[in-house]
């Protein structure tokens, strides 16, 4: 639902559900949980501008693992008095498998180094294809879509500039070379996926 729908239904979903000890108590306490970086504390933030008119009340970041602890509640709502808590992401101890544990991935939800940003931008270039999802062809310069993440991240660093000079000793001088950032190509085919510059892309 939209966030203008979220505090009317969050409120009838407690008033029709058991209160148990809490039936004198009127105020709303909701515990927020989710993966890392779906927008928790995000969402959190926009129910409180709407319906307070206030600002931020908790940090919010593109990368996972941004809210570090069970924070003290947020204000969200007058009417009826809610209050959020905003939690740290978090994942089941063991992924069903390897690919939805990269699909997680590829959404910010693990951190890259974690996973290796080599292996996830060979994962999206293999589920881009698959999808036949051709932006990146144009993006990068290539004419063709390509099957290897290896001529592909060449493209990128040479496209995107991620190139690097380096000093190579030889026995008749020293001589720059011009090498290609394959770690840093890699983390921006990740970034122009995350940003839409690749298209929309769904995983599932
Ligand atoms: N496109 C889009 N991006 C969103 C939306 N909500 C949040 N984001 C972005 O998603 C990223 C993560 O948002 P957060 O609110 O920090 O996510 P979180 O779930 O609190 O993350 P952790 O605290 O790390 O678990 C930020 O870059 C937000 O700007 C949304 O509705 N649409
Ligand atoms: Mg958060």
């Known amino acids: 639902p939209c966030s203008l729908q979220v ?4 409120a009838r979903l407690v008033a029709d559900g058991p209160r148990y000890h809490r039936a004198e108590s009127s105020e709303h306490n909701i ?4 993966v890392p970086n779906v927008g928790k504390s995000s969402l ?3 129910l409180r501008r709407l319906h307070l008119k206030k600002g931020k009340a ?3 970041g593109g990368e996972p693992g941004v809210t570090k602890s069970v924070l003290s509640r947020i204000q969200v709502c007058e009417k009826p008095l809610m209050y959020l808590v905003d939690t740290p992401g978090v994942l089941p101890p063991r992924l069903g498998d390897v690919e939805m544990g990269m699909k997680l991935a590829l959404c910010g939800a693990i951190r890259d180094h974690l996973v290796g940003e080599d292996v996830m931008a060979d994962y999206l270039l293999y589920t881009l294809n698959k999808q036949q999802q051709f932006g990146y062809v144009q993006r990068y310069r290539l004419g063709q879509p390509c099957d290897h993440i290896e001529p592909l991240l060449k493209h990128v660093a040479l496209s995107q500039g991620r190139t690097q000079k380096v000093k190579v000793l030889t ?4 001589v720059n070379m011009m090498m290609l950032n394959y770690p840093a190509a890699a983390y921006e085919f990740l970034r122009d996926f995350r940003a839409g510059r690749l298209g929309r892309v769904t995983l599932d």
């Open 7 to 10: 505090v009317p239904m969050v």
């Open 31 to 34: 515990l927020v949980i989710g």
């Open 44 to 46: 959190i933030n926009s």
């Open 58 to 60: 908790t940090a919010v």
């Open 171 to 174: 026995g008749t001088g020293n």
